[in-house]
């Protein structure tokens, strides 16, 4: 709950090594190192993950040659208000599903519930390559209408069968992607948002920390 009494809704994926990779990304590894329930002095945990695993940032250079690195994104563009859409019924977020969700005009950061959160909700972890993405169609109209930031709770905003269009298409235009979020809790409407990946110096990519509170206003 914020200080205002306004709900906060943490809708960030929970990362474990069970949770699905993308295939031919490295496994995920969390090993503790020391703990102080086997007599050690404090506890320590070593982690080694790929850095576009559950929820996360793609910064530009991710498909664009010279293109923009995570740790110089604005935080203008990752901090404020935030529009979610209910495509639950889409098979894909394409740019007839766009225009059919009623995106109010000067939306500048967009997040889409698909079908894709159901999964989250049930406890699926497991990588499937049947997710539900943005289209190359879908991702130009994002693009031309002045979109900024697009979130998916996928775990890429581009489908399985199309991985190159979309993001080159939104990351080529200096649209922040967010992937990997877990929006079943949350219904359609207007939020604050609040998305900061690691500051990784030079990384094309992220994981980040995402909570959306209930109104456009709460920063």
């Known amino acids: 709950m914020a200080a205002d009494g306004r709900r906060i809704h943490d809708v960030t994926l929970a990362i474990d090594p069970d949770l699905g990779v993308w295939p031919g990304d490295p496994p995920t590894a969390i090993e503790r190192v020391c703990d102080v329930a086997a007599g050690d ?52 977020v394409d740019a007839a599903a766009l225009d059919a969700a009623d995106v109010p005009p000067g939306t500048r950061r967009l997040l889409v519930r698909t079908r894709n959160s159901d999964r989250w909700a049930r406890g699926e972890r497991a990588f499937d ?3 539900v993405g943005v289209t190359s169609g879908g991702a130009a109209w994002l693009v031309a209408r002045g979109i900024r930031l697009v979130g998916i709770d996928g775990p890429s905003i581009a489908p399985f069968d199309d991985v190159d269009g979309p993001h080159l298409a939104l990351l080529g235009a200096g649209v922040v992607v967010v992937e990997g979020l877990d929006l079943h809790a949350v219904a359609a409407g207007t939020y604050t948002l609040a998305c900061l990946p690691l500051k990784l110096a030079g990384a094309e990519g992220a994981p ?12």
Do not use: E, K
């Open 41 to 92: 002095g404090y506890t320590l945990t070593r982690l080694a993950m790929s850095a576009h695993l559950g929820t996360h940032v793609d910064a530009p250079a991710h498909f664009v040659a010279g293109g923009g690195t995570v740790d110089g994104l604005d935080l203008d563009t990752l901090i404020g208000a935030a529009v979610v859409v209910d495509l639950r019924h889409a098979g894909a």
């Open 129 to 131: 390559p049947g997710f």
């Open 208 to 219: 980040a920390r995402v909570v959306l509170i209930d109104g456009g206003d709460a920063f």
